[in-house]
Protein backbone atom coordinates (compact mmCIF):
# COMPACT_ATOMS: atom_id res chain seq x y z
CA UNK A 1 0.00 0.00 0.00
CA UNK A 2 1.69 3.17 -0.80
CA UNK A 3 2.67 5.71 1.74
CA UNK A 4 1.58 9.94 1.85
CA UNK A 5 4.46 12.33 2.46
CA UNK A 6 3.61 12.35 6.14
CA UNK A 7 4.05 8.74 6.91
CA UNK A 8 7.51 9.08 5.10
CA UNK A 9 8.27 11.64 7.38
CA UNK A 10 7.72 9.41 10.65
CA UNK A 11 9.90 6.64 8.94
CA UNK A 12 12.97 9.63 8.52
CA UNK A 13 11.86 10.75 12.15
CA UNK A 14 12.47 7.55 13.51
CA UNK A 15 15.56 7.17 11.37
CA UNK A 16 17.22 10.04 12.77
CA UNK A 17 16.81 9.36 15.99
CA UNK A 18 18.06 5.98 15.84
CA UNK A 19 21.28 7.26 14.33
CA UNK A 20 21.52 9.93 17.72
CA UNK A 21 20.63 6.82 20.05
CA UNK A 22 23.53 5.01 18.05
CA UNK A 23 26.55 7.42 18.55
CA UNK A 24 25.78 8.16 14.84
CA UNK A 25 25.64 12.13 13.52
CA UNK A 26 22.40 12.39 10.62
CA UNK A 27 23.76 15.83 9.86
CA UNK A 28 26.94 17.88 9.46
CA UNK A 29 28.77 20.25 11.94
CA UNK A 30 28.79 23.75 10.94
CA UNK A 31 32.48 23.75 10.42
CA UNK A 32 32.17 20.90 7.88
CA UNK A 33 29.43 22.49 6.43
CA UNK A 34 31.50 25.68 6.16
CA UNK A 35 34.40 23.59 4.92
CA UNK A 36 31.59 22.32 2.21
CA UNK A 37 30.59 25.61 1.31
CA UNK A 38 34.23 26.52 0.10
CA UNK A 39 35.07 23.37 -1.75
CA UNK A 40 33.68 24.84 -5.64
CA UNK A 41 35.32 21.83 -7.88
CA UNK A 42 36.62 18.64 -8.74
CA UNK A 43 40.11 18.21 -7.18
CA UNK A 44 42.41 17.81 -9.86
CA UNK A 45 46.25 17.54 -10.62
CA UNK A 46 48.56 16.64 -13.75
CA UNK A 47 51.94 15.55 -13.76
CA UNK A 48 53.82 14.31 -11.22
CA UNK A 49 53.47 10.73 -11.95
CA UNK A 50 49.82 10.89 -12.60
CA UNK A 51 48.74 9.05 -15.56
CA UNK A 52 46.30 10.13 -18.27
CA UNK A 53 43.76 7.49 -18.84
CA UNK A 54 40.95 9.10 -19.84
CA UNK A 55 40.78 6.91 -23.34
CA UNK A 56 40.49 3.80 -21.68
CA UNK A 57 36.65 2.26 -21.59
CA UNK A 58 35.92 2.75 -18.35
CA UNK A 59 32.74 2.12 -16.78
CA UNK A 60 30.55 1.66 -13.45
CA UNK A 61 28.29 -0.76 -12.47
CA UNK A 62 25.78 -0.33 -9.45
CA UNK A 63 22.88 -0.13 -8.26
CA UNK A 64 20.21 1.92 -10.75
CA UNK A 65 19.98 4.69 -8.29
CA UNK A 66 23.63 4.88 -7.02
CA UNK A 67 25.48 8.62 -7.40
CA UNK A 68 28.57 8.01 -5.32
CA UNK A 69 30.24 6.29 -7.71
CA UNK A 70 33.58 4.59 -6.13
CA UNK A 71 35.33 2.66 -8.27
CA UNK A 72 35.83 1.93 -12.17
CA UNK A 73 36.99 -0.65 -14.41
CA UNK A 74 38.28 -1.80 -17.30
CA UNK A 75 40.04 -4.93 -19.04
CA UNK A 76 42.90 -5.31 -21.62
CA UNK A 77 44.34 -7.97 -23.07
CA UNK A 78 48.15 -9.16 -21.33
CA UNK A 79 50.73 -11.39 -23.01
CA UNK A 80 50.08 -15.34 -22.97
CA UNK A 81 45.81 -14.89 -22.70
CA UNK A 82 46.02 -13.17 -19.63
CA UNK A 83 44.24 -10.21 -18.95
CA UNK A 84 44.64 -7.15 -17.18
CA UNK A 85 42.54 -5.60 -15.06
CA UNK A 86 42.55 -2.09 -13.60
CA UNK A 87 40.02 -0.62 -11.19
CA UNK A 88 40.16 2.67 -10.94
CA UNK A 89 39.12 4.11 -7.06
CA UNK A 90 37.90 7.48 -6.63
CA UNK A 91 40.58 10.20 -4.95
CA UNK A 92 38.64 11.17 -2.03
CA UNK A 93 41.58 12.16 -0.11
CA UNK A 94 42.42 14.84 -2.60
CA UNK A 95 39.32 16.73 -1.56
CA UNK A 96 38.60 16.10 2.05
CA UNK A 97 41.88 16.17 4.30
CA UNK A 98 42.76 14.62 6.92
CA UNK A 99 41.25 15.92 10.48
CA UNK A 100 39.26 19.01 8.77
CA UNK A 101 36.19 19.53 9.67
CA UNK A 102 34.44 16.94 7.14
CA UNK A 103 37.39 14.44 8.02
CA UNK A 104 36.35 14.62 11.41
CA UNK A 105 32.34 13.57 10.42
CA UNK A 106 33.45 10.99 8.41
CA UNK A 107 35.85 9.29 11.31
CA UNK A 108 32.57 10.35 13.50
CA UNK A 109 30.11 7.79 11.56
CA UNK A 110 32.60 5.92 9.32
CA UNK A 111 30.19 5.22 6.82
CA UNK A 112 27.41 5.80 5.10
CA UNK A 113 23.96 4.30 6.27
CA UNK A 114 21.27 3.22 3.94
CA UNK A 115 18.09 2.89 5.68
CA UNK A 116 14.34 2.44 4.19
CA UNK A 117 14.08 5.76 5.31
CA UNK A 118 16.96 7.60 3.27
CA UNK A 119 20.77 7.47 3.23
CA UNK A 120 22.75 9.11 5.88
CA UNK A 121 26.33 9.86 3.38
CA UNK A 122 29.28 9.61 5.25
CA UNK A 123 30.39 12.25 3.16
CA UNK A 124 27.93 14.87 1.64
CA UNK A 125 26.10 14.56 -1.54
CA UNK A 126 27.75 17.35 -2.97
CA UNK A 127 31.16 15.48 -2.35
CA UNK A 128 30.02 11.88 -2.58
CA UNK A 129 27.63 12.19 -5.05
CA UNK A 130 29.60 14.92 -7.64
CA UNK A 131 32.57 16.40 -6.59
CA UNK A 132 34.62 13.39 -5.37
CA UNK A 133 32.29 10.82 -7.57
CA UNK A 134 33.24 8.84 -11.02
CA UNK A 135 30.37 10.03 -12.41
CA UNK A 136 29.50 9.50 -16.37
CA UNK A 137 31.78 11.72 -18.27
CA UNK A 138 33.53 13.67 -15.95
CA UNK A 139 37.51 13.99 -15.40
CA UNK A 140 38.45 12.71 -11.87
CA UNK A 141 41.45 11.97 -10.03
CA UNK A 142 41.94 8.25 -8.81
CA UNK A 143 44.22 6.14 -7.53
CA UNK A 144 44.14 2.75 -10.14
CA UNK A 145 45.07 -0.58 -9.03
CA UNK A 146 46.21 -2.90 -11.62
CA UNK A 147 46.40 -6.54 -11.48
CA UNK A 148 47.00 -9.42 -14.36
CA UNK A 149 45.00 -12.17 -14.15
CA UNK A 150 46.52 -15.69 -15.97
CA UNK A 151 44.65 -18.57 -17.53
CA UNK A 152 44.73 -20.30 -14.55
CA UNK A 153 42.68 -17.19 -12.78
CA UNK A 154 46.03 -16.70 -10.50
CA UNK A 155 47.14 -13.22 -10.19
CA UNK A 156 50.51 -12.70 -12.00
CA UNK A 157 51.31 -9.58 -11.42
CA UNK A 158 49.92 -6.23 -9.68
CA UNK A 159 50.95 -2.54 -9.29
CA UNK A 160 49.11 0.71 -7.96
CA UNK A 161 49.56 4.22 -9.16
CA UNK A 162 47.30 7.51 -9.69
CA UNK A 163 45.44 8.48 -12.78
CA UNK A 164 42.75 10.84 -14.17
CA UNK A 165 40.09 9.06 -15.39
CA UNK A 166 36.93 8.91 -17.44
CA UNK A 167 33.65 6.99 -16.70
CA UNK A 168 32.43 6.33 -20.03
CA UNK A 169 29.07 4.06 -19.11
CA UNK A 170 27.19 4.11 -15.71
CA UNK A 171 25.83 0.83 -15.17
CA UNK A 172 23.46 -1.02 -13.31
CA UNK A 173 23.78 -3.89 -11.85
CA UNK A 174 20.08 -5.63 -13.10
CA UNK A 175 20.10 -4.64 -16.45
CA UNK A 176 22.85 -6.14 -16.88
CA UNK A 177 23.11 -9.07 -15.26
CA UNK A 178 19.76 -9.64 -17.46
CA UNK A 179 22.18 -8.78 -20.62
CA UNK A 180 25.05 -11.24 -19.84
CA UNK A 181 23.08 -14.04 -18.63
CA UNK A 182 20.81 -13.41 -22.14
CA UNK A 183 17.41 -12.70 -20.54
CA UNK A 184 17.31 -9.09 -21.45
CA UNK A 185 18.70 -6.71 -24.30
CA UNK A 186 21.63 -4.91 -23.75
CA UNK A 187 21.62 -1.42 -22.03
CA UNK A 188 21.60 1.63 -23.86
CA UNK A 189 24.70 3.41 -22.52
CA UNK A 190 26.45 -0.10 -23.55
CA UNK A 191 25.20 0.00 -27.26
CA UNK A 192 26.20 3.72 -27.45
CA UNK A 193 29.80 3.28 -26.72
CA UNK A 194 31.96 1.68 -29.53
CA UNK A 195 33.33 -2.01 -28.15
CA UNK A 196 31.81 -1.21 -24.56
CA UNK A 197 29.90 -4.63 -24.88
CA UNK A 198 33.36 -6.98 -25.54
CA UNK A 199 34.80 -5.07 -22.72
CA UNK A 200 32.14 -6.07 -20.44
CA UNK A 201 31.68 -9.55 -21.48
CA UNK A 202 35.77 -10.12 -20.48
CA UNK A 203 35.26 -8.49 -17.44
CA UNK A 204 32.56 -10.78 -16.70
CA UNK A 205 34.77 -13.56 -17.88
CA UNK A 206 37.64 -13.06 -15.51
CA UNK A 207 35.19 -12.23 -12.64
CA UNK A 208 34.22 -15.84 -13.45
CA UNK A 209 37.65 -17.04 -13.17
CA UNK A 210 38.30 -15.36 -10.15
CA UNK A 211 35.29 -16.77 -8.70
CA UNK A 212 36.14 -20.08 -9.35
CA UNK A 213 39.80 -19.68 -7.66
CA UNK A 214 37.99 -18.22 -4.72
CA UNK A 215 35.36 -20.77 -4.17
CA UNK A 216 38.39 -23.75 -5.15
CA UNK A 217 40.21 -21.90 -2.23
CA UNK A 218 37.26 -22.27 0.43
CA UNK A 219 35.85 -18.98 0.00
CA UNK A 220 31.95 -18.90 1.35
CA UNK A 221 29.25 -18.71 -0.60
CA UNK A 222 26.46 -17.08 1.45
CA UNK A 223 22.75 -15.73 0.38
CA UNK A 224 21.12 -13.37 3.03
CA UNK A 225 17.96 -11.47 2.01
CA UNK A 226 18.31 -7.95 2.44
CA UNK A 227 14.93 -5.46 2.27
CA UNK A 228 15.27 -3.29 -0.70
CA UNK A 229 12.89 0.05 -0.26
CA UNK A 230 11.35 0.41 -3.22
CA UNK A 231 9.84 4.15 -3.52
CA UNK A 232 7.57 6.10 -6.00
CA UNK A 233 8.35 10.13 -5.31
CA UNK A 234 7.84 10.41 -1.47
CA UNK A 235 6.06 6.77 -1.82
CA UNK A 236 6.95 4.14 -0.53
CA UNK A 237 5.29 1.05 -2.34
CA UNK A 238 7.74 -2.46 -1.28
CA UNK A 239 9.87 -3.82 0.01
CA UNK A 240 11.97 -6.34 -1.87
CA UNK A 241 14.52 -9.03 -1.76
CA UNK A 242 18.07 -7.53 -2.80
CA UNK A 243 19.56 -10.34 -5.06
CA UNK A 244 22.87 -11.11 -6.05
CA UNK A 245 23.55 -11.54 -9.73
CA UNK A 246 26.14 -12.04 -12.02
CA UNK A 247 26.70 -8.13 -12.61
CA UNK A 248 26.73 -7.76 -8.79
CA UNK A 249 29.60 -10.51 -8.82
CA UNK A 250 31.63 -9.07 -11.20
CA UNK A 251 32.26 -5.76 -9.20
CA UNK A 252 32.45 -8.17 -5.98
CA UNK A 253 35.45 -10.32 -7.23
CA UNK A 254 37.82 -7.59 -8.84
CA UNK A 255 36.90 -5.50 -5.48
CA UNK A 256 38.21 -8.67 -3.29
CA UNK A 257 41.32 -8.91 -6.20
CA UNK A 258 42.12 -5.58 -5.59
CA UNK A 259 41.63 -5.01 -2.06
CA UNK A 260 43.97 -8.29 -1.69
CA UNK A 261 46.49 -5.95 -3.78
CA UNK A 262 46.61 -3.04 -1.70
CA UNK A 263 47.14 -5.16 1.36
CA UNK A 264 49.97 -6.57 -0.35
CA UNK A 265 51.47 -3.06 -1.83
CA UNK A 266 51.15 -1.68 1.83
CA UNK A 267 53.24 -4.67 3.15
CA UNK A 268 55.69 -4.34 0.58
CA UNK A 269 56.32 -0.70 1.81
CA UNK A 270 56.66 -1.41 5.55
CA UNK A 271 53.71 0.02 6.34
CA UNK A 272 51.13 -0.59 9.37
CA UNK A 273 47.58 -1.13 7.44
CA UNK A 274 44.06 -1.49 8.37
CA UNK A 275 43.09 -5.21 7.66
CA UNK A 276 39.57 -6.55 7.43
CA UNK A 277 39.22 -9.62 9.26
CA UNK A 278 36.89 -12.51 10.34
CA UNK A 279 38.94 -14.66 12.32
CA UNK A 280 37.80 -18.46 12.98
CA UNK A 281 34.84 -19.27 14.35
CA UNK A 282 34.27 -19.73 17.99
CA UNK A 283 31.35 -21.17 17.63
CA UNK A 284 32.50 -23.73 14.91
CA UNK A 285 30.87 -26.54 17.24
CA UNK A 286 27.12 -25.07 16.82
CA UNK A 287 28.01 -24.80 12.92
CA UNK A 288 29.22 -28.46 12.91
CA UNK A 289 25.35 -29.24 15.04
CA UNK A 290 23.90 -27.13 12.49
CA UNK A 291 24.99 -29.31 9.94
CA UNK A 292 24.30 -32.50 11.97
CA UNK A 293 20.80 -31.44 12.03
CA UNK A 294 20.65 -31.34 8.26
CA UNK A 295 22.26 -35.05 7.81
CA UNK A 296 25.61 -33.47 7.20
CA UNK A 297 29.18 -33.69 8.68
CA UNK A 298 31.59 -31.29 9.12
CA UNK A 299 35.62 -31.73 10.78
CA UNK A 300 35.80 -31.01 14.29
CA UNK A 301 37.68 -27.63 13.72
CA UNK A 302 37.15 -25.23 11.50
CA UNK A 303 37.48 -25.77 8.05
CA UNK A 304 36.45 -23.25 5.29
CA UNK A 305 36.56 -25.22 2.02
CA UNK A 306 34.62 -28.25 4.38
CA UNK A 307 32.15 -25.35 5.14
CA UNK A 308 32.03 -23.79 1.86
CA UNK A 309 31.02 -27.58 -0.03
CA UNK A 310 28.59 -27.86 2.94
CA UNK A 311 26.65 -24.49 1.90
CA UNK A 312 27.08 -25.38 -1.86
CA UNK A 313 25.40 -28.99 -1.11
CA UNK A 314 22.83 -27.22 0.84
CA UNK A 315 21.76 -24.74 -1.74
CA UNK A 316 20.94 -27.36 -4.57
CA UNK A 317 18.99 -29.63 -1.74
CA UNK A 318 16.92 -26.95 -0.54
CA UNK A 319 17.33 -23.41 -2.08
CA UNK A 320 13.82 -22.35 -0.85
CA UNK A 321 15.91 -22.75 2.89
CA UNK A 322 18.73 -21.59 1.56
CA UNK A 323 18.70 -17.54 2.84
CA UNK A 324 18.08 -18.56 6.28
CA UNK A 325 20.56 -21.14 6.16
CA UNK A 326 22.94 -18.72 5.42
CA UNK A 327 21.41 -16.30 8.10
CA UNK A 328 22.36 -19.11 10.63
CA UNK A 329 25.75 -19.47 9.64
CA UNK A 330 26.52 -15.68 9.47
CA UNK A 331 25.48 -15.18 13.15
CA UNK A 332 27.69 -18.41 14.32
CA UNK A 333 30.87 -16.96 11.72
CA UNK A 334 30.69 -14.00 13.93
CA UNK A 335 31.17 -10.05 12.67
CA UNK A 336 34.32 -8.81 10.67
CA UNK A 337 36.52 -6.82 12.13
CA UNK A 338 39.11 -4.06 11.50
CA UNK A 339 41.99 -4.32 13.20
CA UNK A 340 46.29 -2.79 12.91
CA UNK A 341 48.61 -4.82 10.60
CA UNK A 342 51.88 -4.23 11.80
CA UNK A 343 55.00 -4.92 8.59
CA UNK A 344 56.26 -8.17 9.51
CA UNK A 345 54.04 -9.32 11.78
CA UNK A 346 51.62 -12.20 10.38
CA UNK A 347 48.12 -11.54 9.23
CA UNK A 348 44.93 -12.47 11.16
CA UNK A 349 43.55 -13.31 7.71
CA UNK A 350 39.43 -13.41 6.24
CA UNK A 351 37.99 -16.93 7.08
CA UNK A 352 34.87 -15.90 4.43
CA UNK A 353 37.14 -15.36 1.93
CA UNK A 354 39.73 -17.89 2.62
CA UNK A 355 42.14 -14.76 2.31
CA UNK A 356 45.16 -14.04 4.37
CA UNK A 357 46.07 -10.36 3.39
CA UNK A 358 42.89 -8.02 2.98
CA UNK A 359 41.76 -4.82 3.34
CA UNK A 360 39.48 -2.31 2.56
CA UNK A 361 40.34 -0.02 -0.02
CA UNK A 362 37.63 0.28 -2.89
CA UNK A 363 34.71 2.38 -1.26
CA UNK A 364 36.57 6.22 -0.19
CA UNK A 365 33.13 8.20 -0.77
CA UNK A 366 31.09 5.22 1.67
CA UNK A 367 33.63 3.63 4.33
CA UNK A 368 36.24 5.48 6.55
CA UNK A 369 38.56 2.66 6.53
CA UNK A 370 39.00 2.78 2.69
CA UNK A 371 39.70 6.65 2.66
CA UNK A 372 42.25 5.92 5.59
CA UNK A 373 43.69 3.31 3.07
CA UNK A 374 43.63 5.81 0.67
CA UNK A 375 45.64 8.34 2.43
CA UNK A 376 48.54 5.57 3.50
CA UNK A 377 48.21 4.26 0.15
CA UNK A 378 49.45 8.17 -1.69
CA UNK A 379 51.89 8.24 1.06
CA UNK A 380 53.05 4.96 0.15
CA UNK A 381 53.49 5.68 -3.60
CA UNK A 382 54.96 9.49 -2.91
CA UNK A 383 57.79 8.35 -0.71
CA UNK A 384 56.29 10.13 2.24
CA UNK A 385 55.61 9.15 5.95
CA UNK A 386 52.65 6.99 6.53
CA UNK A 387 49.97 9.47 7.67
CA UNK A 388 48.84 7.64 10.84
CA UNK A 389 50.70 5.98 13.50
CA UNK A 390 50.38 2.77 14.70
CA UNK A 391 48.59 3.48 17.84
CA UNK A 392 45.89 5.66 15.81
CA UNK A 393 45.50 2.83 13.55
CA UNK A 394 44.41 0.64 16.55
CA UNK A 395 41.96 3.08 18.08
CA UNK A 396 40.70 4.08 14.47
CA UNK A 397 40.26 -0.18 13.72
CA UNK A 398 38.62 -0.76 16.93
CA UNK A 399 36.14 2.70 16.26
CA UNK A 400 34.89 1.31 12.84
CA UNK A 401 34.03 -1.84 13.92
CA UNK A 402 32.08 -0.38 16.66
CA UNK A 403 30.41 2.30 14.19
CA UNK A 404 30.08 -0.50 11.45
CA UNK A 405 27.86 -2.53 13.95
CA UNK A 406 25.76 0.48 15.12
CA UNK A 407 25.06 1.23 11.08
CA UNK A 408 23.56 -1.98 10.61
CA UNK A 409 21.48 -1.91 13.91
CA UNK A 410 20.03 1.49 12.75
CA UNK A 411 19.17 0.17 8.86
CA UNK A 412 17.64 -3.37 10.04
CA UNK A 413 15.58 -1.01 12.70
CA UNK A 414 14.11 1.56 10.04
CA UNK A 415 13.35 -1.62 7.59
CA UNK A 416 11.38 -3.27 10.73
CA UNK A 417 9.66 -0.03 10.84
CA UNK A 418 9.18 0.48 6.90
CA UNK A 419 7.47 -2.89 6.76
CA UNK A 420 5.25 -2.18 9.65
CA UNK A 421 4.22 0.95 7.85
CA UNK A 422 3.74 -0.91 4.75
CA UNK A 423 1.73 -3.05 6.45
CA UNK A 424 -0.30 -0.58 8.50
CA UNK A 425 -4.23 -1.28 7.87
CA UNK A 426 -3.86 -4.47 6.46
CA UNK A 427 -4.74 -5.94 10.20
CA UNK A 428 -6.58 -9.28 9.29
CA UNK A 429 -4.63 -10.20 5.68
CA UNK A 430 -3.45 -13.48 5.67
CA UNK A 431 0.02 -14.59 4.13
CA UNK A 432 1.86 -17.19 3.13
CA UNK A 433 5.21 -17.26 5.37
CA UNK A 434 7.79 -19.66 6.06
CA UNK A 435 9.46 -19.88 9.54
CA UNK A 436 12.45 -18.19 10.40
CA UNK A 437 13.43 -19.32 13.44
CA UNK A 438 11.51 -21.14 16.53
CA UNK A 439 13.15 -21.00 20.05
CA UNK A 440 12.58 -19.95 23.80
CA UNK A 441 13.18 -16.89 22.65
CA UNK A 442 10.24 -17.12 20.02
CA UNK A 443 9.31 -17.97 16.91
CA UNK A 444 9.49 -16.14 13.92
CA UNK A 445 8.29 -16.20 9.88
CA UNK A 446 9.13 -13.92 6.67
CA UNK A 447 6.52 -13.00 4.43
CA UNK A 448 7.57 -12.39 0.62
CA UNK A 449 5.36 -9.24 -0.45
CA UNK A 450 6.68 -6.72 1.38
CA UNK A 451 9.62 -8.65 2.52
CA UNK A 452 9.07 -8.83 6.26
CA UNK A 453 9.34 -10.46 8.99
CA UNK A 454 7.85 -10.70 12.23
CA UNK A 455 6.68 -12.50 15.31
CA UNK A 456 3.94 -15.72 15.64
CA UNK A 457 1.84 -14.18 18.72
CA UNK A 458 -0.25 -17.57 18.31
CA UNK A 459 -0.26 -20.88 16.90
CA UNK A 460 3.14 -21.25 17.05
CA UNK A 461 3.66 -24.33 18.54
CA UNK A 462 5.54 -27.90 16.86
CA UNK A 463 6.92 -25.20 14.45
CA UNK A 464 9.99 -25.62 13.13
CA UNK A 465 12.31 -23.59 11.08
CA UNK A 466 11.85 -24.08 7.32
CA UNK A 467 8.27 -24.60 7.89
CA UNK A 468 5.65 -23.24 5.26
CA UNK A 469 2.83 -21.25 7.27
CA UNK A 470 -0.59 -19.20 6.69
CA UNK A 471 -0.17 -16.73 8.58
CA UNK A 472 -3.02 -13.34 9.82
CA UNK A 473 -1.45 -10.19 10.45
CA UNK A 474 -2.56 -9.78 13.76
CA UNK A 475 -0.68 -6.41 14.81
CA UNK A 476 1.46 -3.52 13.64
CA UNK A 477 3.40 -0.87 15.30
CA UNK A 478 5.40 1.38 13.36
CA UNK A 479 7.09 3.27 16.11
CA UNK A 480 9.26 -0.07 17.77
CA UNK A 481 9.43 -1.75 14.34
CA UNK A 482 6.90 -4.83 15.41
CA UNK A 483 4.92 -7.10 13.48
CA UNK A 484 2.74 -9.87 14.75
CA UNK A 485 1.27 -12.82 12.86
CA UNK A 486 -1.26 -15.58 14.22
CA UNK A 487 -1.01 -19.06 12.44
CA UNK A 488 -4.05 -19.84 10.15
CA UNK A 489 -5.50 -22.93 11.28
Known sequence: MPQDPVQLTQLQRIARTLMLANGLEPQLSEAASAQLRAIS????????????????????????DSRDLDQLSVAQPACGGSVRILVAIADVAASVAQDTP???????????VYTAAQIFPMLPERLSTDLTSLAQGEE???????????????????????????????????????????????????????GMAEQLRTQDRIAQL?????????????????????????????????EDNRAKELIEYFMIAANEVVARYLESKGFPSLRRVLREPEHWAQIVELARGLGESLPPAPDAPALSD??????????????????AVVKLLGAGQYVLKRPGEPAEGHFGLALDDYTHATAPNRRFPDLITQRLLKAALSGGPAPYSEDQLRTLAAHCTLQEGNAAKV?????????????????????????????????????????????????????????????RLAHTDVERGFIDFERVS
Not at 41 to 64: F, Q, T, Y
Not at 102 to 112: F, P
Open 411 to 471: ERRVAKSAAALLLQGRTGEQFDAIVTGASDKGTWARIAHPLAEGRLVAGFAGLAAGDKVRV
Open 41 to 64: KPAMERGGGIRDLRSLLWCSIDND
Open 310 to 327: FLVRRQNAAPEQFADLSL
Open 140 to 194: RLSVVIEFTVSADGSISSSGIYRAVVQNRAKLAYNSIAAWLDGKGPAPAQVGSVA
Open 210 to 242: LKRVRKSAGALGLTTLEAQAVYEGTKLLDLTPD
Open 102 to 112: LDVHASTNTTS
